[in-house]
C-alpha cells in the first residue's frame, strides 16, 4: 500500500485570493455600465430598446468571459447574494464585491458623463432609470424588476454555479438574458436587473426616483432563486438538503 503523503497544491497568494478579484469586479462593473449608459445617451433613432439592449447584454458577455476566471464575473450584487448562498463565494469577499460593484457603477456613469455631450446626458438624466412615476406603477415596476431578475440569476446560478448543468456558454447565456430583459421589460420598469447599475447613474445624475425598487427586486430575487436551486434544482453538491 502507498502511504506516501502527496504534496498539496499551493494556496494562491492573498493578493489573487482577495485583492485581484475585488478590482475585476470594480473594473469589469465600470465597463458595463460606462458602456450601457452611453447607448442610453446617444440618439437611438429607430432602434428603440435594442441598441440600449445589444450594448448592455454584448458587454456583460465580454466582461465575464476575460474576467470571469478572476472574480466569477458577478458585477451585479444581486449576483453576488445569490451566489454566495449557494456557497459558490466566500462570506468575506461578500461585503467587498458589493462595495467594489458600487463603486464600479459610479465610476462607470462618471466617465460616460465625462465623454457625452452635456446637453444629450442631461436629456437622458445621465443613463439613469427613471422608475415609476406614478404610485399605482410600483406592483407592476417591482414585480417585473423580481421576475426578470430571477431569469437572470437562474441562468447565472445554473450555467455557471450548478455543476450538472454549468457551460462554457455561460458567458453569453447571460448577456442574452440581459438582452431578452431589456427588450422584453425595458418599457415596464427599465429592466435594471442590477442595483449596482441603478446606483451609478443615480448618483452621479441626482436622479433618485424611487431608486429602492431597484434594490428591492433583483435582491428579492436573489433570495428566491438560491433558494430555488439550492433546494430544488440544484446538483447533490448544490442542494443544502443532501449536504
Known sequence: MDTEAKPSAPRPPRYERHVQPCLAELLGTALFI???????LDEPGGTGRLQSALAHGLALAATVA???DISGGHFNPAVSLAVWLLGGLHVTLLIP???CQLCGGVIGAGLAKAVA?????????????????????LP????????LSSFLLLVVCMGAINGRTSTPLAPLCTGLTVTAGILAGGGVSGACMNPARAFGPALVANCWNYHWVYWVGPMLAALLVGGLVRFLLGDQATRLLLK
Do not use: H, M
Not at 460606462?34 to 442610453?40: H, P, Y
Not at 455631450?117 to 406603477?137: D, H, I, K, V, Y
Open 34 to 40: 460606462f458602456t450601457g449608459c452611453l447607448a442610453l
Open 117 to 137: 455631450p452635456s446637453e444629450r446626458f442631461g436629456n437622458a438624466s445621465g443613463g439613469a432609470l427613471g422608475g415609476p412615476t406614478a404610485r399605482e406603477q
Open 66 to 68: 476575460v474576467l470571469g
Open 97 to 99: 464585491y458589493w462595495l
Open 140 to 147: 407592476a415596476v417591482l414585480g417585473a424588476e423580481i421576475v
